[in-house]
């Protein structure tokens, strides 16, 4: 079976520094996605790991782990615009679709 | 920039009612994927095509929901007869190719309203 877990919510203030967990369970593994969702609109993608380590893009980075199952968005310089949902996803056994968790909602205030 | 672009944006309803969405994926995106959102949930896959032909519709509750993508390109998600239950985000997602080095463009979604 297939199954991703990331924490409910999560609170933060501007300027600081957040990582949001994803633990993920896969039969076979073909890369993990992050998406940012903000209320009321569709996801857009943040990054892709598919290699163990460190993937930096700006103020975001994200890191697998691919012997522990898990992954993390690491958000620097926090921003009031980056209040939104964070969608942990992997790939389903055939490789083909995506597997999303329930997804964690940070709320950044001043 | 090219995007998936779905319609309508908003769709309100009453129970044992049909209603039907449209989907156009970015231009030469042979994959095509809708997936249903529930408010506070992740995404979850109700069909996904590539080209015209279903790759994998096991999630789709096949007695009242139907999807047809018949030249490959657009695509329609019907419900026919709608029930509380189907109230949720109808989102519509395309990649150039299935698999896993594609990312997945997501469209606005439709959002359904069953009363």
């Known amino acids: 079976g297939q199954n991703i877990d990331q924490p409910t919510e999560m609170t933060a203030t501007e300027g600081a520094i957040v990582q949001i967990n994803c633990t993920y369970q896969?039969?076979?593994?073909?890369?993990l996605f992050w998406y940012q969702q903000h209320a009321g609109e569709a996801p857009t993608f943040l990054s892709y790991?598919?290699?163990?380590g460190l993937e930096e893009k700006g103020r975001f980075s994200s890191f697998l782990s691919r012997s522990k199952g898990y992954s993390y968005l690491l958000l620097k310089e926090l921003q009031m615009k980056d209040s939104a949902s964070y969608l942990c996803?992997?790939?389903?056994?055939?490789?083909?679709?995506?597997?999303f968790g329930k997804g964690t909602t940070l709320s950044v205030s001043s | 920039e090219a995007e998936v672009a779905q319609s309508p944006r908003y769709k309100i309803t009453e129970k044992s009612q049909a209603v039907a969405f449209w989907c156009d994926p970015i231009?030469?995106?042979?994959?095509l994927y809708w997936y249903r959102q529930i408010l506070g949930q992740g995404p979850e896959l109700l069909v996904q095509?590539?080209?015209?032909?279903?790759?994998?519709d096991s999630q789709l509750p096949k007695d009242r929901f139907s999807a047809e993508r018949l030249k490959g390109v657009d695509s329609t998600l019907k419900i026919q007869p709608a029930e509380l239950g189907d109230s949720a985000m109808y989102l519509c997602?395309?990649?150039?190719?299935?698999?896993?080095?594609?990312?997945?463009?997501f469209g606005p979604g439709t959002r359904l309203t069953v009363t």
């Open positions: 790991n598919v290699l163990d």
């Open positions: 896969t039969s076979g593994f073909n890369g």
């Open positions: 997602a395309s990649s150039p190719r299935s698999g896993s080095s594609y990312e997945q463009y």
């Open positions: 996803a992997a790939f389903n056994q055939a490789g083909t679709a995506l597997i």
């Open positions: 231009s030469g995106h042979a994959t």
């Open positions: 095509f590539q080209d015209e032909s279903v790759v994998d």
